[in-house]
């Protein structure tokens, strides 16, 4: 039972080049949520899912977007990345809405140059 | 707004003292509390949670927290920390059906 996995665990991106942040989970948990974090900021909420093929907006969704085609994945796409987008990025799950307990992976560090 | 807050961007303790982070909270109703943990370079794994029932929760690592509805908060608490405990630690919330808001984090250094 690996939990939630995410690749890469780097990467550096020249501005205005695209990527795709994968996000892969095995507990079949519904929700799934992506995280930016930055230092004194906590974490913010990009974008989040309540199963597969259902998405919406969290926090902060400008300039990503993100899919769920099936259960187990849901990746973050950054189209043309700028250096406002530098931070790191943490995927989570959880088995359900009301209990807000969230399984985090180990998370992206991203840096546009 | 819901949110929590947390006062103290970093803490120092010597190893074996005690250790309290506090986490505030602002809810309209009683809202569901977490305490995460963020070892460097790792995800966040979950400390503790608070739902309702005894105000006083056990969590994992020898860790504890305080619910105390009459000061909005929820403190975490350790008797002894040990050098392995330096880390960065979240406070989070959620309620009314609202996504989980976490904490700024407070950063706890351990020293001999």
């Known amino acids: 039972n690996a939990g939630v996995t995410q690749t890469p665990k780097f990467r550096i991106l020249k501005i205005g080049q695209s990527m795709t942040l994968q996000c892969t989970q095995d507990?079949?948990?519904?929700?799934m949520y992506w995280y930016r974090q930055d230092p004194g900021m906590g974490l913010k909420l990009i974008y989040y899912s309540v199963g597969a093929g259902i998405t919406d907006k969290g926090e902060v969704p400008n300039g990503y977007n993100v899919s769920r085609s099936t259960t187990e994945d849901f990746p973050l796409r950054l189209e043309l990345a700028a250096p406002s987008q530098t931070s790191v990025y943490f995927c989570?799950?959880?088995?359900?809405?009301?209990?807000?307990?969230?399984?985090f992976g180990p998370g992206t560090r991203l840096t546009v140059t | 707004a819901q949110s929590v807050t947390q006062p103290d961007i970093h803490i120092t303790v010597s190893e074996g003292a005690s250790l309290e982070l506090r986490c505030n909270y602002s809810y309209g109703a009683t809202p569901y509390l977490f305490w995460y943990v963020q070892s460097p370079g790792q995800g966040l794994q979950l400390l503790l949670k608070?739902?309702?029932?005894?105000?006083l929760v056990q969590g994992i690592k020898g860790f504890e927290a305080e619910f105390k509805r009459s000061q909005s908060s929820f403190n975490l608490r350790k008797p002894s920390v040990h050098w392995s405990d330096a880390a960065e630690y979240f406070c989070a919330g959620a309620g009314g059906y609202q996504k989980v808001t976490f904490g700024i984090g407070t950063k706890l250094q351990v020293i001999p």
């Open positions: 989570a799950s959880s088995p359900v809405p009301t209990s807000y307990e969230q399984y």
């Open positions: 507990m079949n948990h519904n929700y």
């Open positions: 608070y739902f309702s029932g005894d105000t």
